[in-house]
């Protein structure tokens, strides 16, 4: 693809540049607490520290943003609670945020936000929108925790900002900038089912520039995960990527992100056997396995005039996504997908008020890959351009934000997408928020176009499927020690596409619903400091989604986790203790000769993780888990058994 040979290029280059001075020490202090890659950080410094829960998504203006200044739902996991946690799959940190379902079959994890669907979530990594754009959702089991990362999850629609997509809200993931974490560390680590996972990362910065590369591989032979089976479901997975920034001058820098993930993994297929007792089950199936690959860069350039007042920034993203699943008898499905994207956004800042104006050109290209000439398999392409205006107020007591967007699509009818909210601090201590507005999502290649002939038919006709909805929470501060968060949320999605089966034939086909799918819920959130060396983050959901007045497939009524935390004066050592509870869900099965699915319920399942480090040296830690401690057995999928208990020790050195 040519637009990805030329942003990998220009994207590498940008880290090339600061190579010849990664050997300089001397830093002035004030462009450390002043800037990272070019945008400022007023009002979010304390003391000398760069505070952790900062969020950067959710506005288009590239300001960062105190949570206690945001009018929306965040959740914001730093980078030391991912270390914390030995977070390696980001997947598994996620079931720890309010809203947010996890449900992972190999080859494929989803992330439902507040019951909209996982294609209704955007995720962000570097900046870069990651989803497939064949899929039309990203496989949250190929992103790997790097060291000095962070995630934020945004909840509720953010299409006013950021368009299709984000109709449920978004996760940007965000690695560590050479400045942000400096030096050379490495991580290795091995375990039961043959686990040997790695990290290498260098990150270096100096007077106007900085830089970070990383390496991460996780691999393992897998348990069997079909019922009674004894096939063992292994994956290897890389990624390797880099990011950096350079300033031409005190006005003018250039950034540039690239990352590359390939997951190489086995995987079982249902029985197909009407004559079987096991019809519709996932059973052993030797000889099947799945690649997923991917390659990701940006490139732009930010310009600061008006003494940093007004920002322009320009850049350009790439995404190259393909995905294949093989068999003894070759290859049985493959697909492509690539996305362009050249965005502007100019921000002026007058005092407490900031108005910015985003405009976004977007072209996704698909294509069927599958071989045997059972679909089509020509390439189509969708383009969209949008404009977007966005308008942000911060003061001592109140805190306001609203922005406007409108879609100008090619094949699908245009969209105008808002999203008003208000903060209120009623106390120093408490404070009061509201927000609400609309999404929307354009159909998929494969629900345009069908996948497999004589299976899935696709539907040419089909409508964006479009929400809105709004939500109130308070915010309540006690003291120094803790901090509770409980927000009220409902939303209404009309023309929810779904997969009909109509008679004679019952072939799969998608439809837009005529009625309306509803979802409402509570989310609540506490952080307290129980004593120096104890802390607690906790997490509880209710969610009730409801498609044509019937439950909602994978969406639990009840999630909870609670993290217990404890560290030894000086970082000497750590622990941790992650119980993730995930209530009965729904699910759909392919039991029935007709392939019309049945409707099953899926157990209720909790997990109990544990880890530990300690600090050998000032350059050493040795650490150890053990993940799904009681070994308990559950499904996130129907008939797909998830991993029982596993364990790892490993060491990590920093220079």
């Known amino acids: 693809m040519k637009n990805c040979a030329l942003l990998g290029s220009v994207a590498w280059a940008a880290l090339v540049w600061a ?40 506005s288009r203006s590239g300001d960062r943003i105190a949570p206690e200044n945001y009018t929306g739902s965040v959740t914001v996991l730093t980078a030391d609670q991912l270390e914390q946690r030995q977070t390696r799959d980001v997947a ?27 294609n209704h979530v955007l995720v962000l990594v570097d900046g870069i929108e990651v989803s497939d754009p064949f899929a039309g959702e990203f496989d949250l089991g190929t992103l790997q925790a790097e060291p000095g ?40 680590e091995g375990g039961t089912e043959a686990t040997a996972n790695g990290a290498l990362r260098f990150g270096a910065f100096g007077n106007d520039w900085d830089a970070a590369l990383s390496a991460v591989v996780v691999s393992t032979d897998g348990q069997p995960n079909a019922r009674g089976g004894t096939r063992d479901i292994g994956r290897d997975s890389y990624t390797l990527a880099g990011k950096g920034s350079l300033a031409l001058s005190d006005t003018l820098t250039l950034r540039a992100a690239t990352r590359f993930i390939r997951t190489e993994g086995r995987t079982n297929d249902s029985d197909f056997d009407t004559t079987s007792p096991t019809f519709g089950f996932i059973i052993d199936s030797p000889g099947v396995t799945f690649t997923n690959e991917a390659l990701y860069a940006l490139a732009g350039a930010r310009l600061e005039v008006m003494g940093g007042r007004w920002t322009h920034d320009l850049s350009a993203q790439i995404a190259d996504v393909n995905r294949r699943t093989d068999s003894p008898y070759g290859i049985t499905s493959a697909s492509e997908g690539d996305r362009f994207k050249a965005s502007y956004v100019s921000a002026l800042r007058l005092d407490d008020h900031t108005v910015t104006f985003a405009a976004d050109y977007e072209v996704e ?17 969708i383009a969209q351009v949008g404009l977007a205006g966005e308008y942000r107020y911060s003061g001592e007591t109140v805190d306001l934000s609203a922005a406007i967007r409108h879609d100008f699509n090619d094949l699908f009818r245009d969209a105008t997408t808002f999203r008003v909210g208000a903060g209120w601090r009623i106390t120093d201590t408490t404070r009061l928020r509201a927000a609400g507005g609309s999404g ?46 409980v ?34 819920g509570v989310e609540v959130a506490l952080t307290a400091q129980l004593a120096r060396a104890w802390s607690l983050d906790a997490a509880y959901s209710y969610l009730d989604a409801k498609e044509n007045g019937v439950e909602e497939v994978r969406r639990p009524r009840h999630i909870a986790s609670g993290a217990l935390t404890w560290d030894a004066p000086g970082k000497a050592a750590s622990a941790s203790l992650v119980v993730r509870y995930n209530g009965r869900a729904r699910d759909d099965a392919f039991t029935d000769p007709s392939f019309v699915p049945v409707r099953v ?5 909790t997990l109990v993780n544990l880890n530990a480090r300690a600090r050998l ?11 799904n401690l009681l070994g308990e057995r559950y499904e996130q999928v129907f008939s797909f058994v998830s991993p029982g208990r596993s364990a790892v020790v490993g060491i990590e050195a920093r220079f």
Do not use: C, H, M
């Open 365 to 381: 290209g698909f294509r069927n890959a599958t071989p045997g000439g059972f679909a089509f398999n020509g390439r189509r392409e």
């Open 617 to 627: 040296t000032d350059s050493l830690d040795a650490f150890a888990r053990v993940d």
């Open 149 to 188: 990362a962070r995630v934020e999850v945004l909840r509720g629609p953010q299409s006013a900002l950021y368009g299709s997509d984000a109709i449920g809200g978004g996760v940007a993931y965000q690695s560590a900038g050479g400045r942000e974490r400096p030096g050379l560390s490495a991580r290795i």
């Open 601 to 605: 319920t899926l157990d209720a399942y």
């Open 92 to 118: 598994d940190v996620l079931r720890d945020v309010p809203g947010v379902a996890v449900a992972g079959v190999p080859g494929q994890t989803q992330i439902r936000l507040r019951g909209a669907e996982a």
């Open 440 to 485: 929307v999502k354009n159909p998929g290649f494969f629900e345009l176009y069908g996948f497999v002939d004589g299976r899935f038919i696709g539907n040419a006709a089909l409508r964006p499927e479009k929400s809105t909805g709004w939500e109130a929470g308070l915010d309540q501060q006690f003291g120094d020690a803790a901090r509770l968060s």
């Open 487 to 520: 927000t009220y949320f409902d939303s209404t999605l009309r023309g929810e596409i779904f997969t009909a089966y109509p008679p004679p034939t019952f072939i799969a086909t998608p439809a837009n619903r005529t009625a309306t799918s509803t979802r409402r």
């Open 19 to 58: 190579a010849p001075v990664w050997a300089q020490e001397e830093v002035r202090e004030e462009n450390l607490l002043g800037t990272i890659i070019g945008k400022p950080l007023s009002g979010i410094i304390t003391g000398d520290t760069l505070r952790e829960d900062i969020i950067v998504s959710a």
